[in-house]
């Protein structure tokens, strides 16, 4: 078994990193945010805002992949804004894309109790507290938390095992999306896509502002560049081509939902995909549906503990964080206490309750645009300082498409903040935020602080 230059296992071939960007791009969002795109924006403004996010993502996506086949490096952010941008610069940006994966994986400790109730109605038992007014039920709670130990266990386990869950998994969540798309064909009416838009543009700005979250997962990619088997250029191509999937899922998803479910009857609906699936075929078309839907939450969950587990680990190698992350299983050939981190933390999200469900959107999507924010300066920057750099894979425009890539993650970031159409919630959203920051920080200046009292080598300032 080959490793990485880190000492990791290099076992990822195409199909792998494949499914383990698209799974983690479609996770749950297409199911249980679908309604919410809709309620904020109306049936085409939410295409709309999809169109408008999808082909900004496909923009920053072609700036990683130039970005991946130029260091294909474990941490994909970190190495990139470490070399353009220095220590301090990187920090933030790598700490700000773990924040996004973290707040995923929560996403789905806590999604998937929530899902399972659908399929088994007797859940719901125990009741532990209430936070904002929701019941946090013990068997729920239980439920999230033991899968979210079964998920970092497979992930010690090796990441070619992790691969190969997810892409069967990925195969279930395809082909019960196939039956809400033969639905659309066989019983979808135009006349349900009223109202067009709500909202004007207001509403397509707020509903833009939740797709961010709902594609992230391209980038699972660069975090695991050392661990995949391919020429540069194809890992950057590939990214590209997990992202234009993506979309053209969410797309399909939004339109078979908006012609088959009438408005009043979105409005009414908690999970409008699978509702949708039922209007077409009944109940046994909405368990296929619900099928899928408890397919993605593992799809996005497990890529995103593989993700942010590579980015601490990548940050801990460089004396950013403590650097007993940096510690690589001695048989697996896996980031273990990376992956541990991150496992436990998702273990104890469904103790929160399905309220801190759209906590963890809205605050995960800011910390994503502020490591897009950075990794557009870092392709700028390199361009600019390193235009001899060699790039296997050169994205179309240039310094064109990095200018374009950090307007466009700096206005979407600006849509979190206080007065703007999809403000986070203070205290709890605004208090994720700071609380990840500010420990952070502290995480930082500490490590900074022991690699130079133990002489570690650091990077340049």
Same mark, same amino acid.
């Given at each position: ?9 290099q076992s990822l071939k195409q199909v792998d990193i494949l499914a383990l960007s698209f799974g983690a791009m479609i996770g749950w969002s297409w199911v249980v945010l679908i309604s919410q795109l809709m309620q904020r924006a109306g049936s085409v403004g939410a295409i709309v805002a999809t169109l408008v996010a ?16 130029? @260091? ?10 470490? *070399?353009? @941008? =220095? ?36 859940? =719901? ?11 946090? %039920? ?18 010690? *386990? ?7 869950? +997810? ?15 033969? =639905? ?30 709902? @594609? ?6 660069? +975090? ?25 899922? %969410? ?14 009857? *979105? ?10 699936? +039922? ?35 990548? @940050? ?67 361009? %600019? ?58 995480? %930082? ?17």
């Open positions: 078994m080959s490793t990485s230059k880190h000492g990791l296992s999808g082909l900004v993502i496909i923009a920053i996506g072609m700036i990683y992949a130039e970005l991946t086949s130029a @260091m294909p490096e474990v941490g994909g952010e970190h190495a990139y804004s470490l *070399r353009a @941008m =220095g220590r301090t610069s990187s920090f933030y940006c790598t700490w700000a894309i773990v924040f996004a994966y973290v707040s995923v994986v929560a996403f789905e400790a806590v999604a998937l109790p929530n899902v399972l109730t659908n399929i088994f109605p007797k859940l =719901g038992n125990g009741e532990l507290w209430q936070i904002n007014n929701a019941t946090v %039920y013990l068997d729920q709670a239980l439920i999230g938390a033991l899968v979210s130990v079964v998920i970092t266990w497979i992930n010690i *386990r090796g990441v070619k095992i992790a691969s190969i869950i +997810q892409g069967i998994v990925v195969a279930v969540i395809v082909l019960s999306g196939l039956a809400l798309f033969v =639905g659309l064909g066989v019983h979808g009416e135009t006349a349900n896509l009223t109202p067009l838009i709500v909202g004007g543009g207001t509403g397509i700005l707020a509903a833009i502002a939740l797709v961010p979250f709902m @594609m992230v997962g391209f980038d699972v990619i660069p +975090q695991a560049a050392e661990e995949i088997k391919l020429p540069a250029r194809k890992i950057g191509q590939l990214l590209i081509l997990s992202i234009v999937m993506a979309v053209v899922w %969410y797309l399909l998803i939004e339109l078979s939902v908006g012609m088959l479910l009438s408005e009043k009857e *979105r409005a009414a609906s908690e999970l409008a995909t699978v509702d949708a699936t +039922q209007a077409a075929w009944g109940r046994t078309g909405a368990l296929i549906l619900l099928l899928g839907g408890v397919a993605g939450i593992l799809t996005s969950w497990n890529g995103f503990l593989l993700g942010g587990s590579r980015a601490l680990f990548a @940050m801990a190698s460089s004396g950013m964080v403590p650097r007993f992350l940096a510690k690589v299983h001695p048989t697996y050939k896996t980031p273990v206490n990376a992956i541990l981190f991150i496992g436990l933390l998702g273990t104890l999200a469904p103790f929160l309750g399905r309220q801190a469900l759209i906590w963890f959107v809205d605050a995960g999507s800011l910390g994503l645009m502020i490591s897009y924010i950075f990794v557009c300066g870092s392709f700028l920057l390199l361009k %600019y300082n390193e235009p001899d750099m060699a790039r296997p894979y050169t994205a179309p425009g240039g310094k064109a498409l990095g200018w374009l890539g950090l307007i466009a993650s700096l206005l979407m970031a600006s849509l979190y903040f206080p007065g703007m159409p999809a403000a986070l919630v203070w205290p709890q959203e605004w208090a994720m935020v700071v609380i990840w920051f500010g420990g952070g920080t502290l995480f %930082y200046f500490y490590s900074k602080g022991a690699s130079s009292n133990q002489g570690y080598e650091t990077s340049k300032e």
